[in-house]
Every structure is written in structure tokens, then in C-alpha cells.
């Protein structure tokens, strides 16, 4: 897997959603802790765009203005030339019960969603007028939303504890239908790639998770982490967009047609393949470096969480190996499962799946 991560995360605190604003070239995102609006330009340079914009959860854009989620079942607008804020108006509920998700059709509406009362919503753009667009009918808390235009549909992702539902929408009556249902609790997001892939995310999960077109395959986990909240598709180099709610940043994981990731940075380094794999004793990772860098050499288990780190030191250019005799931090062997192998240099980073057996 390759993932370009960027580490500077000095205006994003508690980031949710990433949308892209493809005639500026740049990308958008809500922060869930204080509801700045921060721009980050094609160099991955981060400003402020709107601060105290009160976008804390879902964004979405539609011609010159993005549209966003605030507290208290607000819904905002701003424009993205002069930043100047067009209107808000507040979707008429509980206000503990919160908004979460958007999406737009090509006819001028807004969807959102709101799981705690299971209902998604249909804003008129023109006016500002909405209406409950499906309500309960057997809608289950539907967070993540995603139109799927030549299915005349939306499909949604459960936050609720396990099972979290995905559901389909009629956009033609509002009758919903259970796509599937998953052993996942509290999923955040959902997207699509250009060949019908979907990939969900969220808090609890994880990491990145892969579903078929229909959703008849078991989500296969293709890339661990924590704490990574809704994925976006970039279409233009065909990659996934994550934040990193805990840790205060973001990354682009590129995508093959088949959803595995290149195993090379012809610029940086590459990373062969550990071996053996699976393994019961211990396991050979070979690696070359095209110039001095900075390496980090880690491994994680199965949430995504921190095993043991192997190197973390600048090294010249060379070719280099290292031993993981499966043990942790303390020097206690770890049991049968599976580990990912995470390698970054200069803020690029790579995993292996790996399987160690006792």
C-alpha cells in the first residue's frame, strides 16, 4: 500500500470531512472541535478559509459555494471566491439531535442526513425551503450519505452499534431498502471510485474498509488506522482522501483499478516484500533508499494500533534489511494474527499485511 500522508496539521483540530474544489485546485475540510473551514492549497500547504465558519461535520459543493454542517442542525453556505457567508437556516428539530452528512443532486437539492432521529432531509438550494425526504420506514441512524445517480438512489451507512446498515433511497418515492448489514458500530462514512468500489470509514472502525458495486462481498479491511473518519474520492488521480480525527491530519491513499495500492516510490524508496509471510518465527523486510531520508519502520496490529517500532533515524541512500522477530515494545512475543508492516520516509508511507503463526 502507498499513502501519502501530510504531518502539518497546525489549523486542522478534530478534522471530519474533505471535499475537493477542483477549478482552484485546492481542498476543503471541516473541523469537528472548533468549526474552522481550513484550505489546503496542491503543495499540502494549510490556511485558514473561514475561521469560526461553525462547519464541523459534512461539506459539499456545488458550483462556486460549499455547503456545510454546524452545531445545532445548522446548515450553512458560504461562497468560495469571496468567502462571504450567503445564508444559514436551521432544520427544525431537537437540537441535541444532530445533522451530519450532505450530498447534492444535479437539480439544485441538498440531502442530509441525521441518524438520531433516522431521517435524511431534501433542501431546495433556490430557496432554502426542505422537507423530510425519508423518515424512519426503516431507516436506521444513516450517517454517511452517497448518491448514486444512475441508480436513482442514495445509499447511507449506519451510526448505531453493531449491525451498522447500509441502506438504498429511492429518489423516486423515498422507500428504502437494506443493502446490507455489517458487524461495525458507529461507521461515519461512505464512498465510491470510478469502478464501482465502495469504501467506508469511521471513528471506531479500523481503518479503510472495501465493498464490491452490489455489496455482495464481506468488507475487506485494505488499510488500518485509527480514528479515520470519512473517506473522499479524488477521481483526478484516482485516491482516497482521510482524516485523522485524533491526530489532527490527513492523507491521500492511491488506488489501483483492483483497490491495492502500488508497492513503490520510485522517488523516495521501495519496500519488498517481507518474507516468509505468513511466518512463525520471524520476518526478513528488505528496503532501498534513493537518497538520505528520514525512515520510520513500525508495526501495528490489526486496529491500526502500535506494536513496535523498528527504526526511526535518518539513513543515506543504500539498500538496507531488517529482522521483526515478532516480539512488542516490551520484548513479549506477540500471538497469531495478523500485523501490518508500516514504513514512512519523508512523510510517504507503505504497509504490508503480514501473518505471524505460533
Known sequence: MLIAMVPMAQYLSGPQKIVIDTPRNRLLVSNGN????????????????????????????????????????????????TRE????????????????????????????????LNEIYKLRISDQSYWVFAGNQGLRTPNGILLEKEKNRIVTIGDSPSPSLIQAISLSDSTVSTLDSLDFSSTDGITRDKYGYHYLGGYSLSGVYQMNADFSDEPELIFPGAHIIYPTYDSSD????????????????????????????PDEFILYPVYPNPSNT?????????????????????????????????????????????????????????YYLRMSVNGIIQTQKVIMIR
Open 34 to 81: 472548533n468549526g474552522n473551514l481550513v484550505v489546503i492549497d496542491s503543495v499540502g500547504v494549510q490556511t485558514l478559509f473561514v475561521e469560526n465558519a461553525d462547519f464541523i461535520d459534512g461539506l459539499e459543493i456545488v458550483g462556486d459555494t460549499i455547503y456545510g454542517i454546524g452545531f445545532h442542525r445548522k446548515v450553512h453556505a458560504y461562497n468560495l471566491e
Open 238 to 265: 484516482h485516491s482516497l482522501l482521510v482524516t485523522y480525527y485524533g491526530l489532527n491530519t490527513w492523507a491521500r491513499i492511491p488506488l489501483t483499478t483492483t483497490g491495492v495500492y502500488s508497492q513503490k516510490s
Open 282 to 338: 520471524e520476518l526478513n523486510i528488505r528496503y532501498d533508499l534513493n537518497k538520505r531520508s528520514h525512515v520510520r519502520l513500525e508495526l501495528c496490529n490489526y486496529e491500526g494500533n502500535l506494536i513496535v517500532t523498528l527504526v526511526n533515524k535518518d539513513k543515506d541512500a543504500g539498500n538496507y534489511s531488517e529482522i521483526w522477530c515478532g516480539q512488542d515494545s516490551t520484548g513479549k512475543y506477540v500471538s497469531s494474527g495478523t
Open 85 to 116: 457567508h450567503l445564508w444559514s437556516i436551521t432544520i427544525t428539530g431537537n437540537t441535541s439531535k444532530h445533522l451530519s452528512s450532505i450530498t447534492s443532486d444535479s437539480a439544485g437539492h441538498l440531502f442530509i442526513s441525521s441518524p438520531p
